[in-house]
Nanobody, 125 residues
């Protein structure tokens, strides 16, 4: 059974940093893209970042470009999201996604095969 477990969320002041982790189990994703999405209260789940299987290619939403960094450790079957210069508008539940089914639609929820349960990130002003 495939599981994606996110950790590292919490409460932080604006301007602060957090590092999210997503540990996968049940199968290896070393040959699969992985990504992060987020969902704020009352809003749709939105794409945040994605990384190719090798880590050689990364993609970001405009809203986080220059502040967030996605990375992965295939030996640990884990993907990370380093979030710096956090803003109150970054407050959301952050979800890990694995195995991109449609490379042309990486921003779409249904383009990903597996999802974690999410971790809450709250940024206070």
């Amino acid at each position: 059974q495939v599981q994606l477990v996110e950790s590292g969320g919490g409460l932080v002041q604006a301007g602060g940093s957090l590092r999210l982790s997503c540990a996968a189990s049940g199968r290896t994703f070393s040959r699969s893209a992985m990504g992060w999405f987020r969902q704020a209260p009352g809003k749709e789940r939105e794409f945040v970042a994605a990384i190719s299987w090798s880590g050689g290619n990364t993609y970001y939403a405009d809203s986080v470009k220059g502040r967030f960094t996605i990375s992965r450790d295939n030996a640990k079957n884990t993907v990370y999201l380093q979030m710096n210069s956090l803003k109150p508008e970054d407050t959301a539940v952050y979800y890990c996604a694995a195995e991109l089914l449609d490379g042309q639609r990486m921003g779409a929820r249904d383009a990903w095969a597996y999802w974690g349960q999410g971790t809450q990130v709250t940024v206070s002003s």
